[in-house]
């Protein structure tokens, strides 16, 4: 089964320090990795994607095949990171996202 | 464009009754999606649908609950009869095709008492 693990529900950070959200996926090809995000009161939305390797709001992430990771880093926290993280796996010639139980990022002042 | 438009925004029912959430994708979206988000299994896929067609409903818990798709630009999710552990925020979402980003809606949270 097509299954993504974020090992931690729950991650507090002091802001200023870095921050890593972990996120594991089952091999099955070559899937593309995404992560979204769902700050408080807003809708989820696209944080980013592993193809475009770029970094959006001081947050990176690199798809590690052999370790079938895609973890999402960030040098230094700040408040408005607070937020709901998934990482949904999307495996080739599925249209759907997989996404999982996300990891909670609070960002403590 | 308001983007994915849910209704209602929250519902509040007895168990037994019959719920039925609403959704409107955007336009020119190809792809309805239909999430359930609860503490214990995070967001759970139950079913989609490309040009109003299901096309995987693996996801959907049991009989109790039924998407249609109607029309381009109006999908619902029926629940019935409710149960307390119904209870969630259930999203929508749409994309324009197979391989874009998904632009999800404000959810509707559903307490069955």
């Known amino acids: 089964a097509q299954r993504v693990t974020q090992p931690e529900k729950l991650l507090s950070v002091f802001k200023g320090a870095p921050v890593e959200l972990k996120c594991n996926y089952s091999y099955s090809g070559s899937p593309e990795l995404f992560w979204y995000v769902q700050y408080s009161r807003q809708r989820l939305q696209l944080l980013l994607r592993?193809?475009s390797r770029e970094s959006i709001k001081g947050f990176t992430a690199d798809l590690n095949k052999g370790e079938t990771s895609f973890h999402l880093k960030k040098p230094f926290a700040q408040e408005e990171d607070s937020a709901m993280y998934y990482c949904?796996?999307?495996?080739?010639?599925?249209?759907?996202?997989?996404f999982g139980t996300g990891t909670r990022l609070t960002i403590i002042p | 464009d308001a983007g994915v438009i849910q209704s209602p925004r929250h519902e509040v029912t007895e168990m037994g009754q019959e719920v039925t959430l609403r959704c409107k994708p955007i336009?020119?979206?190809?792809?309805l999606f239909w999430y359930r988000q609860t503490m214990m299994r995070g967001l759970e896929l139950l079913i989609y649908?490309?040009?109003?067609?299901?096309?995987?409903d693996s996801g959907m818990p049991e009989d109790r609950f039924s998407a249609k798709m109607p029309n381009a630009s109006f999908s619902t999710l029926k629940i019935q009869p409710s149960e307390p552990r119904d209870s969630a925020v259930y999203f929508c979402a749409s994309n324009p095709a197979a391989e874009d980003t998904q632009y999800f809606g404000p959810g509707t949270r559903l307490t069955v008492l």
């Open positions: 949904p796996p999307r495996y080739f010639g599925n249209e759907k996202l997989t």
């Open positions: 336009s020119g979206h190809d792809y």
């Open positions: 592993h193809i």
């Open positions: 649908f490309n040009n109003n067609v299901p096309i995987d």
